[in-house]
């Protein structure tokens, strides 16, 4: 069945250093979407990826799908202790309507 | 407007029991699903349902189970728990089941069996 990897597990920055996250699906995506989730929280939507070779920003984070639509990635730029948390992609294969959840990477930033 | 609620926020049950955890949408969503998301994992999704119709299942037993009712609500139903059965359950609601629609998580259920 349809398995969604990322890399790494865990990630600790000191503030200010950049971070990224990258997500790999067994299989072609239709789309991809993004979620943070703070410690004791639920998921939070952030954006959704639909066209190969997308890239989309919101102020210090950049989100990338790759061509193959199988792989993207997210960039945070000069983290902040804001930014903790776990990053979830989740995609979504062509002809389903469920989700399969990557496996998470779990931001530290140390002031 | 209020977001994506969920009950009761804590449950402890044992072995072999049952249990419904409820949903309600952000008012003008039709489309529910739930996961559950087990301590250090990703959400696993469980079900879609869409205008009161199953419209997706995950890898899980019969003894989960779900329903949606004419106000776009939602229970999930688990018999006979196991162990393995205690996580977060979370719901999501969306406005239509189009599958590009922005999901909208609930704050979860932690259920744990004893």
């Known amino acids: 069945g349809q398995q969604v990897m990322q890399i790494p597990q865990y990630q600790h920055v000191q503030e200010g250093e950049d971070f990224t996250t990258y997500c790999n699906s067994s299989t072609t995506l239709s789309n991809i979407q993004w979620y943070k989730q703070r410690p004791g929280g639920h998921p939070v939507f952030l954006i959704q990826l639909v066209k190969s070779g997308e890239v989309k920003k919101q102020k210090r984070l950049t989100f990338q799908f790759g061509e193959a639509k199988k792989n993207s990635s997210l960039h945070i730029t000069a983290t902040q202790t804001t930014d903790v948390g776990t990053y979830f992609c989740?995609?979504?294969?062509?002809?389903?309507?469920?989700?399969?959840f990557g496996t998470g990477t779990r931001l530290k930033v140390l002031a | 407007d209020a977001g994506v609620t969920q009950s009761p926020t804590h449950l402890i049950k044992t072995r072999g029991q049952h249990v419904t955890l409820r949903c309600s949408p952000i008012s003008g969503h039709k489309s529910v699903s739930w996961y559950q998301q087990v301590l250090g994992q990703g959400p696993q999704f469980i079900f879609q349902?869409?205008?009161?119709?199953?419209?997706g299942r995950g890898n899980f037993p019969d003894r989960f189970s779900a329903r949606q009712f004419p106000n776009y609500s939602s229970e999930l139903n688990v018999n006979a728990l196991l162990l393995g059965d205690s996580a977060l359950y979370l719901c999501a609601s969306s406005f239509r089941q189009d599958s590009t629609d922005t999901q909208y998580f609930g704050p979860g259920t932690r259920l744990t069996v004893l």
């Open positions: 989740a995609g979504r294969a062509s002809g389903t309507y469920k989700y399969i």
């Open positions: 349902y869409y205008e009161k119709e199953e419209r």
